[in-house]
């Protein structure tokens, strides 16, 4: 974005070839923030802090649904292998004692 400004470009077009070659939503917003803020004459630094909370909500909201997908994620695991250890270590004790009572052995 540097060298296109240093060879003529405009801000704005360089701004939008920088969010063009990134591919990201976030570059694209970014990109457009500034280019609105440069034409209306807004505060820099009151855009840059409502965008960057805008950010910091996205990066939270995408955290918070990953992490409330985890629960469905680990049922397979917790079926297929703590369950069953699980009992085995709890009905391992009372198998054995059920056939020592049984076999008549003390």
């Known amino acids: 974005m540097s060298l296109e400004l240093r060879a003529g470009r405009s801000r704005i077009e360089a701004l939008s070839g920088f969010a ?19 034409e209306m ?6 855009t840059l802090r409502v965008f960057a909370d805008d950010m910091r909500e996205k990066r939270m909201l995408y955290a ?10 680990l049922v397979v695991p917790l ?14 004790p009372a198998g054995v ?6 076999s008549g052995i003390n």
Do not use: N
């Open 20 to 38: 063009e070659r990134l591919g990201m939503d976030e570059a694209r917003a970014f990109a457009t923030m500034l280019r609105q803020s440069e």
């Open 41 to 46: 004459g807004t505060s820099l630094s009151a």
């Open 64 to 73: 918070e649904e990953k992490a409330l997908s985890l629960p469905a994620k």
């Open 79 to 92: 079926i297929l292998f703590v369950f069953p250890s699980l009992l085995g270590v709890l009905m391992l």
């Open 97 to 102: 004692r059920l056939y020592s009572v049984f």
